[in-house]
């Protein structure tokens, strides 16, 4: 199947009257020569580029041009000269086709709508129709090219119907109220000629004059009869119900399609039916209402006026803001899309980092403009769906639906989802066959719909930043792990939970030697690196199960509650020795970091209290404290105390009994006897858990297979090191590997 071709369109306020029937053209023609057509239009549109109109014009960036086959660009809708500038420079770096819609002052191709044989058919009406003779100009600034062109074609008519034409009968004012009633002014005080007919460049001044001259007393109508020019007012705008023209931008629109395409194939292509209506009739002329129009006209307010109704009392604005999670929020957003009118299809796109990244430390750091690689799905609805989901697509696609194959050619409305200058993403609508475009309750919904998005993220950001404040006020500044406030509610809450679900419950004590003397002799900072060596000793032998926290200066606890084995608490005491041993042996330092022990792992029965538990374990702590100052009495306590650092600091060694029972002449089983009495773990042992500490090491801090692990850790069997490992951890090296780089909750 041949691809469809497809052209973007750039405007601003696609919901007003002129942009809407030019956009109807647009789509009409191409419709017709089946290609797509995605219009990207921003709802507020400033002349001063504020943050807030600069993030509303992100939505340009979100074009991803080289998917398009040509761009119409509607640059005379954008009031800001900076983004036109900028828009510019953008499209002239482009190989596409590019043409400009009634604008003649870019770089750009460009067509031009006629105004000049329009304004001779409605300046005609009043000669031809109603036999008026003396009739004047109110266009707009005489600079502009569109005022210049309706004032030729004023002269165009009088001069065609041989009336006098002088140049006094053209006055040049701003298209807007201002100079409507400085003329009504001037003919009132008999400073300027009444005349019969005046033929006014657009609707507002047309309105502004007849209400200005009635003031003053004279009648519309009956004393002058008055045209407005480009069909913008209904009659529910007006005291007196404008006779007006329908100003070709139906026409320029298909034109403009059609150039366009002979610009991307080199073909020409016939123009689509165009609008028939030109001249509406009212009655600021003798003509009177047309009722044909005025029954179009009020069946198209009434309409507006029903979806308006439903609009304001469907309180949108609060039922889609009580929402604190982003899919919550969505569902909400989906149930009032009834609210829009007629569409067929409807997609909201967030970007995958609209929350910002949530960074706490930089909340300034958000996305203002550009878009990320992905955007995220979140809304879809169409004929067969509709759903609140979470689909990842390349943002270079715009949107995966615009790219599908379907019978039909399809135009989708893009707008800008954003809160100031923080930008969300985009919102996509379509209205199928039908040649239509959304309207201004659209906009106030789209808006509405950013807003419920900021409240979201700020509801998520605040719970972030009251979490951080909570963590902070159980987290120990030092060394990061939760403090006593943090103990004693995990403390209180494990416990608990081991005796509800009948788990062993684990609680481990250590407490550092010397830091007293550390401190008095090397300085607290030196204090400071001893405790902060406990706390990394303590919290590596942890998995994500338990909890590590600093009690007090130099008391550190662990807690958990699992299916422990028996051991548990006793392989945790090697492993942090291990650790110690290890960081004494590399870190030089000038004194020897050691703790004393104390713990618990069992199932709580039912008469026992936490205070009973940890009574226990405090006087294990000082007896293991009191043993440790035994051990340095013993005999050969310093022998020892070198053989162990050799071992920590080689493990993959080969240390043997016999051999170290030669070097310190000691009998077999005397040796193990006074190792023993000196560490409080075997000779043996302490060989092994001084293997499993590096590996542990290893697997926590590397990406080397097991395997090699195994072997610098002084395992020539790897199959003995798993079963070794395992009885002594608990878990494989696998899964102790993934938990270690599991993030921390």
């Not at 973007?8 to 419709?31: D, H, N, P, W, Y």
């Not at 190989?95 to 604008?103: F, H, R, S, T």
């Not at 030089?588 to 205070?611: H, M, N, Q, W």
Request: charged share 25%.
């Amino acid at each position: 199947m041949k691809k469809r071709l497809l052209i973007g369109v750039i405007v601003c306020e696609s919901e007003q009257l002129m942009q809407r029937r030019l956009i109807k053209g647009i789509t009409a023609q191409a419709f017709s020569l089946n290609m797509n057509v995605a219009v990207f239009s921003c709802i507020t549109n400033d002349f001063e580029l504020t943050a807030h109109q600069k993030s509303e014009f992100n939505l340009f960036n979100y074009m991803h041009l080289p998917s398009f086959d040509g761009i119409l660009y509607l640059r005379n809708s954008i009031r800001s000269e900076e983004q036109r500038e900028i828009l510019d420079n953008i499209l002239l770096e482009q190989k596409i086709p590019v043409l400009v819609l009634d604008d003649n002052s870019s770089k750009f191709p460009y067509i031009m709508m006629d105004d000049r044989s329009s304004f001779y058919a409605i300046t005609n009406h009043l000669i031809q129709k109603h036999g008026l003779t003396d009739l004047i100009c109110l266009t707009g600034l005489k600079e502009h090219y569109t005022a210049v062109q309706r004032a030729d074609g004023f002269r165009d008519a009088m001069r065609n119907a041989h009336l006098p034409c002088s140049e006094d009968r053209i006055i040049y004012g701003d298209y807007w109220y201002g100079s409507a009633k400085k003329l009504a002014a001037e003919i009132a005080d008999g400073v300027r000629p009444r005349p019969q007919g005046i033929v006014c460049g657009n609707d507002p001044m047309a309105k502004a004059l007849c209400h200005e001259l009635i003031c003053k007393g004279i009648r519309v109508p009956e004393d002058i009869m008055i045209t407005g020019y480009d069909a913008s007012l209904t009659e529910s705008r007006s005291i007196i119900p404008l006779t007006s023209y329908v100003r070709k931008n139906f026409q320029l629109g298909a034109q403009g399609v059609a150039r366009l395409y002979k610009m991307m194939t080199g073909e020409n292509c016939a123009l689509t039916q165009t609008e028939k209506i030109e001249v509406i009739t009212g009655s600021s002329c003798s003509c009177g209402v047309d009722l044909d129009y005025l029954r179009h006209q009020i069946a198209v307010v009434e309409k507006q006026d029903d979806f308006q109704t439903m609009f304001r009392t469907s309180n949108m604005g609060i039922q889609i803001t009580r929402y604190e999670t982003l899919d919550d929020c969505m569902g909400a957003v989906l149930r009032h899309l009834y609210l829009v009118r007629d569409f067929r299809e409807f997609y909201l796109c967030l970007c995958e980092d609209w929350e910002g990244g949530g960074a706490l430390e930089n909340p300034s750091e958000y996305r203002k403009t550009g878009f990320p690689q992905h955007m995220i799905l979140k809304i879809l609805h169409n004929d067969t769906e509709n759903a609140i989901v979470t689909k990842p697509f390349l943002a270079t696609r715009m949107l995966p639906q615009l790219h599908e194959e379907r019978k039909h050619p399809i135009c989708y409305f893009f707008s800008p989802l954003h809160h100031d200058d923080r930008f969300f993403g985009v919102t996509a609508l379509s209205f199928g066959e039908r040649l239509d475009t959304y309207d201004a309750i659209y906009c106030q919904w789209v808006t509405l719909v950013s807003t419920a998005l900021e409240f979201v993220r700020m509801q998520n950001y605040l719970k972030r930043f009251n979490n951080r404040i909570y963590l902070s006020s159980i987290r120990d500044s030092l060394t990061g792990l939760y403090n006593k406030q943090g103990y004693q509610t995990f403390l209180k809450e494990s416990f608990e939970e081991a005796k509800q679900k009948h788990k062993r419950f684990l609680l481990l004590y250590a407490s550092l030697d010397s830091l007293r003397q550390i401190n008095e002799t090397y300085g607290h900072s030196e204090g400071d690196s001893a405790v902060t060596v406990l706390a990394n000793a303590m919290n590596n032998s942890c998995t994500t199960y338990e909890r590590c926290a600093r009690i007090e200066d130099a008391e550190f606890s662990i807690i958990g509650y699992q299916d422990y084995e028996e051991d548990a608490c006793q392989r945790m005491i090697y492993a942090i020795s291990g650790y110690l041993e290890h960081y004494n042996q590399s870190s030089l330092k000038p004194y020897k970091i050691t703790a004393s022990f104390g713990c618990y792992c069992d199932f709580v029965p039912a008469d026992v209290a936490i205070e009973d538990i940890t009574k226990k374990i405090i006087s294990e702590v000082e007896e293991s404290r009191a043993n440790r100052q035994n051990e340095k009495s013993s005999p050969y306590y310093r022998e020892f105390v070198d053989l162990r650092e050799r071992i920590y600091s080689n493990p993959r060694g080969e240390w043997s009994i016999d051999a170290m029972c030669r070097d310190l002449i000691l009998s077999r089983g005397y040796f193990q006897k006074l190792y023993t009495r000196c560490f409080g773990i075997s000779f043996t042992q302490d060989v092994i858990n001084s293997r499993i500490e590096l590996s542990k090491r290893m697997l926590s801090g590397t990406d080397y297979s097991i395997a090699y692990i195994a072997d610098q850790s002084g395992y020539s069997n790897y199959v003995h090191f798993m079963h070794q490992f395992k009885k002594i951890v608990g878990i494989t090296p696998t899964e102790y590997r993934n938990r270690k780089r599991q993030p921390e909750e």
